[in-house]
């Protein structure tokens, strides 16, 4: 599997061994619903302030289920504007990505993972 699936297990458990999370205490993941979907989030301890993840946390929460638009590029243009943010589907380049301090967040449903 080198794609993102619709299929949020697939990816979480694809990203999973991946990255080999159960093994490094630095590479961290977090279960989020965002509105009635279910997602997972990932960042690396120490990339980030504190202050700054809980805000992001704090955003998701607080979208809405009717706000939820059905495509990952939807979500980033009409949810997401303030944030730089992008969306990849190519394994490779989120794992690049991700070890280089972006947070990464799949949402069932989406083909996308969406880089923040």
């Known amino acids: 599997m080198n794609r993102v699936s619709v299929n949020l ?3 979480i458990d694809y990203f999973n061994k991946r990255m080999a999370l159960d093994q490094n205490f630095d590479l ?17 301890d120490g ?40 969306l990849e589907s190519d394994f490779e380049q989120i794992e690049k990505n991700y070890l280089s301090g972006v947070f990464c967040l799949f949402l069932e449903g989406y083909d996308q993972c969406i880089l923040i």
């Open 9 to 11: 297990q697939e990816n």
């Open 28 to 44: 961290i993941t977090r279960s989020i619903r965002i509105g009635d979907k279910r997602g997972q989030f990932y960042f690396i």
């Open 47 to 86: 990339m980030c302030k504190d202050e700054v993840m809980q805000k992001i946390l704090e955003f998701f929460i607080e979208i809405k289920t009717d706000d939820i638009p059905n495509s990952p590029s939807d979500f980033v243009k009409e949810l997401m504007p303030a944030l730089e943010m992008a």
